[in-house]
């Protein structure tokens, strides 16, 4: 079966802290693609990232940066020098392929990450 | 990615009514699909809305108290039959652009539904 595992339920970090925040994930297939979205307060999901599972490369973007390991099953989001406006809720899913070639994602939990100034 | 808006935003509604929201997108998409968010918790697919035929539902969700509508490639609605307060939560529709990798689906605003 496939499931996404986010342990981390609430984190709170002091302004320009760096975080992370982890992401193990479990299913049989041999290609699937990961991904993070972020919910802030507003409450619209706001993609992240995307990460097949032919690319263990790592990403960065800004302050943002992705750790993907095939060998651990996870799939971790660090900020560096976290903003208040980072404080939100992250969630990572994994796409489960159906019969009909659909995507369809199975979220994790959420982490609730606050930033305090 | 897409704009997508939904109707309405917000409502609170009596149990025993029913409330359809709407989901339109911008420009045409392949895929659209309607998740739920229980307070607090995280995103449930509850089906895909297919174009011209019945949406496909997942485990635990039927047709008679969650009928979708999906009558082209930009419009879907999603109605939530004889409410109860469980029905209490965010439902948010999703799209994407093509019916093959990499999956990516990008996410309306959300309605947000209390019901009393």
């Known amino acids: 079966a496939q499931k996404v595992t986010q342990a981390q339920t609430e984190i709170s970090v002091v302004e320009k802290e760096d975080v992370t925040l982890d992401c193990v994930y479990e299913t049989r297939d041999t290609t699937y693609y990961l991904f993070w979205y972020k919910q802030p307060p507003s409450g619209e999901l706001v993609f992240l990232i995307r990460r097949n599972s032919f690319d263990e490369q790592n990403e960065i973007s800004g302050r943002y940066s992705w750790n993907f390991q095939k060998s651990t099953s996870s799939f971790n989001f660090t900020i560096t020098a976290s903003q208040v406006v980072d404080s939100a809720v992250y969630f990572c899913?994994?796409?489960?392929?159906?019969?009909?070639?659909?995507?369809?994602?199975?979220f994790g939990q959420g982490t609730t990450l606050q930033v305090k100034p | 990615s897409a704009v997508i808006s939904q109707k309405p935003s917000r409502d609170i509604c009596q149990r025993g009514t029913s409330l359809t929201i709407q989901c339109q997108v911008d420009?045409?998409?392949?895929?659209m699909f309607w998740y739920r968010q229980q307070p607090g918790q995280s995103l449930t697919l509850i089906a895909t809305?297919?174009?011209?035929?019945?949406?496909?539902?997942e485990s635990g969700f039927v047709i008679d108290k969650f009928p979708i509508s999906r009558p082209n490639l930009t419009f879907s609605t999603l109605t939530v039959s004889n409410m109860s307060p469980e029905d209490s939560s965010i439902y948010l529709c999703?799209?994407?652009?093509?019916?093959?990798?990499?999956?990516?689906?990008?996410f309306g605003p959300g309605t947000r539904l209390t019901v009393t």
């Open positions: 999703s799209v994407a652009r093509v019916q093959g990798p990499p999956y990516e689906q990008y």
């Open positions: 809305a297919n174009q011209g035929s019945e949406a496909t539902y």
């Open positions: 420009s045409q998409v392949t895929m």
């Open positions: 899913a994994l796409s489960v392929i159906g019969s009909s070639n659909t995507g369809k994602l199975i």
